[in-house]
């Protein structure tokens, strides 16, 4: 019986042995489990690991590739700055260059065409006439050159600026019309103008020069036919047209006319005129105060030219600002004028048309010239040059010899400046004219003639 009790007991010993395997072989293969999870994950975090490093080196190599570009960059927007600055310095030494280069030009210049118009008083023969009238033309053609230039360099520089105002278009079209009229007439051309009421807001000496340029380019190239100058109002703005007969453009030139010296053939095959830069000027006073340059044309029929233009608010619109009309010409016999340069040569030329027109004249280079000789006789007129010797001014010259004399005596001041300093120093003194050289005899006669009115 005790071996029968013994058994039960092995059996139960038996089955812990086996639950105790089943246990350790499972917690052994829980723990192979974990181990191979912990190997797998440490090659996942080392693969991480090498990704990573291989991220930051490219991320290295991409910022070093990024700092050399904007330091290229850089240095290219330095070479730029540079060149910008190179570029305006020329400009400003090219305007500077061609002020002083049209200065001295102008003053010979201004001589010659006072010496032609002074024989032109006293030749008697028509040939004379003839050969003194083609040369005064061609001195013309040299002046409007000289000034078409420095125009276009003082436009390129940025030295113009704008001065926008209320400008009324009929006062403006009637003055620009009797310009054209005497141009027209000869060629036999009908000019038609539309009269118009409206007031643009615009620069008025800008607009003038760019219509100028409208209607004498028309004129140019206008055998016969017409010229007409009117304005249609489109919406805000008004469109300033000049259409003409003429020669017309071919449309793959329409963009090549607005080029400097681009110029067309004229009609009949004749030698062309002018010198191509009316329309490269028209290009830049467009682009100065913002405005449309519109150009219709068919060859052989004739071309549109036109312009947009703000029109004025009611509230804003005040008197035109235009050219003031010369004087008509008149006697000038025994008027005392007292004419003042520096330049002998222009001085002399001066003197002898004046006393071809029988005025009585002094002339005098400086202010210690005027000063040793005195006069009892009170001038009736002062033509002063703006720059004498010595830094001397015409306008402190005009004033001193009012106040010797106790009255504002009518002046003018007789310069190649045209520079707006110039300009706004005559404006300072009452009374006193600006006449820019090469002065034309007319405007001078006129001018002279005014002190009897």
Same mark, same amino acid.
């Given at each position: 019986?005790?071996?029968e ?6 059996? &139960? ?28 994950? &440490?090659? $996942? ?27 290229a960059?850089? &240095?290219? $927007? ?12 020329? $400009? ?11 200065h ?10 006072l010496?032609?118009?002074? =024989? ?15 040369? #005064?033309?061609?001195?013309? $053609? ?54 118009? *009421? ?5 620069d ?18 206008? !055998? ?26 071919p ?16 009609? &009949?095959?004749? *030698? ?18 913002g ?38 010409a ?7 004028? =007292? ?29 210690a ?13 002062? @033509?002063? #040059? ?37 300009? !706004? ?18 405007? @001078? ?9």
């Amino acid at each position: 019986m005790a071996a029968e009790q013994e058994l039960p007991i092995a059996d &139960q010993n038996a089955e812990t042995l086996r639950r105790t395997v089943a246990k350790l072989t499972e917690i052994n293969r829980a723990l192979m489990s974990r181990v191979e999870h912990s190997l797998d994950m &440490q090659g $996942n975090a080392y693969q991480l690991f090498q990704t990573a490093i291989l991220l930051d080196q490219k991320v290295r190599e991409r910022t070093r590739e990024l700092e050399h570009a904007l330091q290229a960059v850089e &240095q290219s $927007n330095l070479e730029l700055r540079a060149a910008k600055v190179e570029a305006e310095r020329a $400009n400003v030494s090219k305007t500077k260059f061609l002020a002083d280069a049209s200065h001295d030009l102008l003053q010979p210049l201004n001589a010659a065409r006072l010496l032609v118009a002074a =024989l032109q008083e006293t030749a008697r023969s028509g040939n004379s006439q003839t050969i003194l009238s083609r040369i #005064d033309h061609a001195l013309g $053609n040299v002046e409007d050159l000289l000034n078409t230039l420095l125009e276009m360099s003082k436009l390129d520089s940025g030295h113009v600026s704008a001065t926008i105002q209320p400008v009324r278009l009929a006062p403006l079209m009637e003055a620009l019309r009797e310009e054209l009229v005497p141009i027209t007439a000869p060629k036999g051309l009908a000019f038609t103008l539309m009269p118009c *009421a409206l007031t643009v807001q615009s620069d008025p000496h800008l607009l003038r020069r760019l219509l100028q340029n409208f209607l004498s380019n028309a004129c140019r190239y206008t !055998a016969a036919g017409r010229v007409l100058f009117g304005v249609r109002r489109r919406g805000p703005m008004a469109e300033l047209q000049v259409h003409d007969t003429g020669v017309g453009i071919p449309a793959e030139k329409l963009d090549e006319i607005f080029e400097e010296f681009r110029r067309l053939e004229p009609p &009949q095959g004749g *030698a062309p005129k002018g010198y191509g830069l009316g329309l490269s000027i028209v290009k830049r006073i467009s682009r100065l105060l913002g405005y449309q340059v519109k150009v219709a044309s068919t060859p052989g029929r004739g071309s549109c030219f036109s312009v947009l233009v703000p029109i004025a608010d009611m509230a804003a619109r005040g008197p035109a600002s235009v050219r003031p009309r010369p004087a008509p010409a008149g006697a000038v016999d025994n008027i005392r004028v =007292l004419v003042v340069d520096n330049d002998r040569t222009v001085l002399d030329a001066m003197t002898r048309l004046l006393e071809a027109w029988r005025c009585r004249t002094i002339a005098v280079a400086s202010r210690a010239e005027l000063q040793a000789h005195p006069t009892d006789n009170r001038p009736d007129i002062l @033509l002063v #040059d703006y720059h004498l010797d010595d830094g001397d001014l015409g306008t402190a010259l005009i004033a001193d010899i009012r106040r010797r004399w106790g009255a504002d005596i009518p002046a003018a001041i007789i310069t190649a400046d045209r520079s707006p300093e110039a300009h !706004a120093a005559t404006q300072l003194l009452p009374a006193v004219s600006l006449l820019l050289k090469p002065i034309k005899p007319a405007r @001078l006669r006129a001018l002279v003639a005014s002190v009897r009115r």
